[in-house]
């Protein structure tokens, strides 16, 4: 491997750069939790290693070359996204008029919308082509191409979800930390209508990325 420095602050600079990610998670930790932010990294990190692995052994190679399997992906993740926009911005309609509800209720509530965040992070990664054309094109600039690739590449990719992991449980922590601000009905309104958008813009550009 070289160049390990300018691959660490490449993979921050890049790590940090709001994305589908940050939206999720930044609606599940706000709307659920700390621990449906959580929940919602973990599935985005496994996500992540499954682009790794497929990265290593070539899969990556033949989504980004072959323009029907791009396509189907692409296509499945930008639906997904504008999906969880539109369910976004939906939910505002019931968040000034929804009654109340029983403690029991709200627990059973609580409890489902826990269970659906890691599934929310990691089909956004997972159904995301774009993140294996990263994989494929961003990890052998930092390899020599004269030796074996398979450890780098694998040490790069397992880094890189280290740091992701890292970046978003700090992010996820300092969002509960200010919870009471974010948790007020108006503060939350604007959240899930600025992430709503958010999605369905992230899904509408990824519906029109082409392959390299």
Known sequence: MVNLSVFLIMCILLIILPGPDTAIATKNTVTVSRKGGLQTIIGCCCGLLIHTCAAVIGLSAIIVKSAYIFAILK????????????????????????????????????????????KQGFLTNITNPKVAVFFLTFLPQFVDGKSDTFLPFLMMG??????????????????????AFMKKPTTKAVIEGLTGAVLIGFGIKLAFEKAH
Not at 80 to 103: D, E, F, H, N
Not at 158 to 179: E, G, Q, R
């Open 158 to 179: 397992l880094m890189y979800i280290a740091l992701t992991a890292l970046w978003f449980v700090f992010y996820v922590y300092l969002l509960d930390k200010i919870s």
């Open 75 to 118: 296509y499945v993740g930008a639906i997904y996204l504008c999906y969880l926009g539109i369910k976004t911005l939906w939910a505002l309609r019931t968040i000034r008029t929804q009654s109340p509800v029983t403690q029991d209720e709200a627990n059973i509530d609580h409890k489902y919308a826990q269970q659906s965040c890691f």
